[in-house]
DNA sequence: CACGAAAGTTTTATGGACTAAAACTTTTGA
DNA sequence: TCAAAAGTTTTAGTCCATAAAACTTTCGTG
């Protein structure tokens, strides 16, 4: 924005310029090596300013992640663009994306840092931004159900916020444990996502 | 045990000691105020004694906190022995046990270095015991789901353990969000719970 | 354009979790 | 009784995070 003065531009090119160093430096070093510092000398700047922009070390590897969202939310429209034929494989193939572009962007134990700081700090800015970002993906779940209403595979008189609400819940719950498990793979936690499905499908139609 | 030598008594009844002192400061001062050199020098050893016993703070606290996992499953399965009229219910009964409990015994915010330390330490001593209490937690809802289907309410069909396994996961998924968020109160994820069962119903039973 | 206020940065100092290694003490078993 | 094993303490250090004070840059206004 040309409107901006030059003390706004500069903060904002400046913390893009820490956003892109460290985003060097995690790929390179990976995330507990790296230290604020490191990042502050590549930028020439004191460790201090960085905490100026950043509430914290995980606060900053978020910043990281939410710029990789655009890329999963066009993943998740094509694939609801493909109109998939039952509930069961699309939730399945949300999860499946899901976990296959984290794991494209960031290895487990980044997660796990990732993760562990969206519950401790609820409040802060961390907190509040991963909720937004669970947020939009519900909102895309919700697209994809009514999709399917539309298509008259599911009633009319289903809450589909509601639903919507809880099925990603339920795939995000099986994200997290994947996460949390080195030796569990992606093909594990599909198999697991879809026999959820199945089981509740069996409970309810009775 | 009457078996052991002096070394593994010693050892033992430290462990217990320092747990003793952890709690009351813990419930004076608070977790975040208590300091590792603080519980130390209450048990008149060295911090880094602390660290012979347990990885880390949050590892301590988790160790307190499984202490009081008895009186957790009393709870429930009294609760199932009142052989609740329906699954919807039981599981809200469930979470609602499990959130009241929880509240009891820890605020939020440290409940919160609970589960965030449980992501984090997958791996380690700390994610081993948590992941336990987990499938503890995961048989008694298996029970639970066995009875109702003795009482022929769920079809025998059904695969108990799968669908013990994803209810406890939704109803967990929730728990995390009652704890992730201070404004959040009890009956608000009850009603949240209850109504992702409906939603489930309400497909499902198309 | 000059000057004071506002915003932003750096320096300095501090606290606390955690780790590693070396020195020391106690227990154990032969 | 004595040496090895186990456990503890001291010491020293790294890193995250925060606070306060001093300093520099930008901005709006007269």
Redesign the pocket.
């Known amino acids: 924005m040309a409107s901006?003065?030059?003390?706004?531009?500069?903060?904002a090119s400046?913390r893009e310029r820490i956003l892109e160093i460290a985003k060097a430096r995690f790929q390179t070093d990976g995330y507990?090596?790296?230290?604020?510092?490191?990042i502050?000398k590549d930028a020439?700047?004191?460790?201090?300013?960085v905490?100026?922009?950043f509430?914290?070390?995980?606060?900053l590897l978020l910043a990281l992640v939410s710029e990789s969202d655009q890329l999963l939310i066009r993943q998740l429209k094509a694939m609801i663009a493909r109109k998939p034929k039952n509930l069961v494989d699309a939730v399945a193939s949300f999860g499946q994306i899901l976990r296959r572009h984290a794991m494209s962007y960031l290895t487990k134990s980044t997660w796990r840092e990732v993760l562990s700081a969206s519950i401790n700090e609820g409040s802060s800015d961390f907190g509040r931004t991963y909720l937004e970002l669970d947020n939009v993906l519900i909102e895309l779940m919700h697209a994809m159900i009514v999709e399917f209403q539309q298509r008259k595979l599911i009633p009319e008189a289903v809450d589909g916020a509601a639903l919507a609400d809880c099925l990603f819940s339920l795939q995000n719950i099986r994200f997290f444990q994947f996460i949390a498990d080195d030796n569990r793979d992606d093909e594990d936690i599909d198999r697991r996502l879809r026999r959820d499905l199945e089981s509740l499908k069996a409970v309810f139609s009775a």
């Open positions: 901006m003065g030059l003390r706004e531009r500069q903060k400046r507990t090596a790296t230290t604020i510092e490191m502050a020439d700047i004191s460790a201090v300013t905490y100026n922009y509430d914290s070390k995980a606060g």
